[in-house]
């Protein structure tokens, strides 16, 4: 497992832009597929974004695509989620994860085996 490690969340007004940041602590972070998830209290968790390590273009969730984007460093062994038009809705706890090495899965949960602590995003209208 990896120890990732988010920052980055605040409290902004809608419209506004915020950057999460995710560092991991891994050799073969590039051979890790790694995602963005958030959750709302009482909601499930929710896929927002995810890059296979394979080095696809990131895929991303219905709720936050156009408006969401997801990149990474392999030097830095960090990624990214640039989060602009920022809505009332999109207020939650935000979490990286990570497959284990060569993972293919995407959307769901089930296929991430390393999470972070979870950053909290709070859009005021």
């Known amino acids: 497992q990896l120890r990732l490690v988010e920052s980055g969340g605040g409290l902004v007004k809608a419209g506004d832009s915020l950057r999460l940041s995710c560092s991991a602590s891994?050799?073969?972070?590039?051979?890790?597929?790694m995602a963005w998830f958030r959750q709302a209290p009482g909601m499930e968790r929710e896929f927002l974004a995810g890059?296979?390590?394979?080095?696809?273009?990131?895929v991303y969730g219905a709720s936050v695509k156009g408006r969401f984007t997801a990149s990474r460093d392999s030097a830095k062994m960090t990624i990214y989620l640039q989060m602009d038009s920022l809505k009332p809705e999109d207020t939650a706890v935000y979490y990286c994860?990570?497959?284990?090495?060569?993972?293919?899965?995407?959307?769901?949960?089930?296929?991430?085996?390393?999470w972070g602590q979870g950053t909290q995003v709070t859009v005021s209208s």
């Open positions: 890059m296979r390590w394979s080095g696809e273009a990131p």
């Open positions: 994860a990570a497959t284990n090495p060569y993972g293919m899965g995407l959307e769901s949960a089930q296929w991430y085996s390393s």
């Open positions: 891994a050799v073969m972070f590039s051979k890790y597929t």
